[in-house]
């Protein structure tokens, strides 16, 4: 007989192969250098948003007073070239060029995000990227089952998609008008959440909400595309210069049928993207540089402007109930309110089950629950895909428009309602994270705290 294996003594530590596997956590707190960039880049969109609401609220006010006359003459006011078919109207200016600048953000955004920003780490970027995609297709399925309830047919499914977008700003606003002191890896989350969102709203634009297509314009239009990235690789950044090339991409891609908008997306994802060091705060890379000066025209002009033209929703004789009985309404606001929250929060959970992940220590699942209700705030993509869908000025858009404000407020106000439960404990959060008692200019606390799966 052989002896039995010896026998650890009582109390000793157990050996390095029976140690337990570490607990992975989701939406914990990243790195200084991400928490300081998401800061500078939500500070901007707070103030967009707020510009955005007041815009939004003065269409309203004037689309519905006694001048609303005066308010579509201005909207359905025609400028531009008639030669290079860019005889637009305001609105469409709007749409189709201040929105440009607004996806060139994003573009500049996505790839920062995916080359040195938590999408780089593929552990960080899975749940923002299954959540996006869940909060994407769930609204879209609930928009095109509610529309059939509501005895929709034909064009109404053209609108699947409106419901699917998140607005960064508005949702930032409705934050500022709470007065929350949401955490920042939740502040991150939505951000990162929304970026995902933005590359997946242009994707389903390009694809499903173009006719018409002028190959031989879309193949020109890598030209200038081709000379904005040479002339970024080359520090060729003088705004002047760069935007000769820009303006040249964007009148192609307009010209071949697919949504100008495309264009912005493109000439962001060309911009050179690098690690910055992560131990020094003040190293800005030339994306983050060009995407500081381009943000405060995005968020403070670009957004608001749009809203202006595409808020404006005359409500008739029958009222907004009358409105809102359109299958395709019922199909935004459902979309927007059920679709949005289900999807993200589904998604979120779903990862943690399968991957045997827990959340961070200092979060619950009513804060991934009120999160999930705010990115139902689906306002500037929505109203843009909704035009798309069913034409600008038709009385469905009208419809859809009204759809995507209601569903939109409600959506915001119910986020409101959840998140302010917990405000108490977001506050001391808040002071954890803004305690420097070393004064050294970064936050004791991450100095301490290790990076976390699905921090972004």
């Not at 007073?65 to 200016?93: C, I, K, M």
């Not at 002339?231 to 891609?253: D, E, Q």
């Not at 936050?443 to 799966?453: A, E, F, N, V």
Request: with cysteine; aromatic share 8%.
């Amino acid at each position: 007989m052989t002896d039995p294996p010896p026998q650890p003594p009582s109390g000793s530590a157990p050996s390095p192969s029976s140690s337990p596997t570490p607990i992975r956590r989701l939406l914990g707190r990243g790195s200084w250098p991400e928490a300081r960039y998401v800061a500078s880049a939500l500070r901007t969109e707070t103030v967009g948003g707020a510009l955005l609401l007041a815009a939004a609220v003065l269409a309203l006010v004037w689309a519905n007073s006694p001048f609303f006359t005066a308010y579509e003459s201005l909207r359905d006011l025609r400028v531009g070239p008639l030669a290079l078919h860019l005889n637009l109207t305001l609105g469409q200016w709007a749409a189709d060029g201040l929105l440009a600048v607004f996806f060139l953000v994003a573009g500049i955004e996505l790839k920062r995000e995916f080359v040195a920003g938590d999408l780089s780490d593929r552990a960080k970027a899975a749940l923002p990227i299954a959540a996006a995609a869940c909060g994407v297709a769930v609204p879209a399925i609930l928009y095109v089952v509610a529309a059939r309830l509501a005895g929709g047919s034909g064009d109404v499914l053209r609108g699947w998609a409106v419901p699917t977008a998140t607005d960064i700003a508005f949702a930032l606003a409705v934050l500022a008008v709470i007065g929350t002191h949401l955490p920042s890896a939740l502040r991150s989350f939505l951000l990162t959440l929304a970026v995902v969102d933005d590359l997946i709203a242009i994707t389903i634009i390009a694809i499903f909400y173009t006719s018409g297509l002028n190959v031989l314009m879309l193949g020109l239009a890598v030209i200038p595309l081709a000379a904005f990235a040479f002339m970024l690789r080359r520090r060729i950044t003088n705004p002047f210069l760069l935007a000769i090339p820009a303006l040249l991409a964007w009148g192609l891609v307009h010209a071949s049928g697919i949504h100008a908008t495309v264009a912005g997306v493109l000439l962001g994802l060309l911009v050179p993207v690098s690690k910055a060091r992560e131990e020094d705060a003040s190293h800005h890379t030339l994306a983050e540089r060009m995407e500081h000066r381009l943000r405060p025209w995005s968020a403070g002009i670009a957004v608001p402007v749009f809203a202006f033209f595409a808020a404006g929703v005359h409500v008739g004789a029958g009222g907004i109930g009358n409105s809102l009985k359109d299958a395709a309404a019922i199909g935004v606001v459902v979309g927007l309110v059920v679709g949005k929250t289900v999807g993200i929060f589904g998604g979120t959970w779903l990862f943690a089950r399968f991957t045997r992940a827990e959340l961070d220590e200092d979060l619950a699942w009513s804060d991934v629950f009120g999160l999930s209700l705010l990115a139902g705030v689906g306002f500037t993509v929505s109203l843009l895909i909704g035009e798309l869908a069913f034409g600008p000025g038709s009385e469905r858009d009208d419809h859809v428009r009204l759809a995507v404000l209601v569903g939109s407020t409600l959506a915001a106000l119910l986020a409101a309602v959840v998140l302010r439960t917990r405000n108490r404990h977001y506050r001391r959060i808040h002071e954890d994270e803004a305690r420097d008692d070393d004064g050294d200019g970064i936050p004791d606390i991450y100095g301490h705290r290790t990076s976390t799966l699905g921090s972004g």
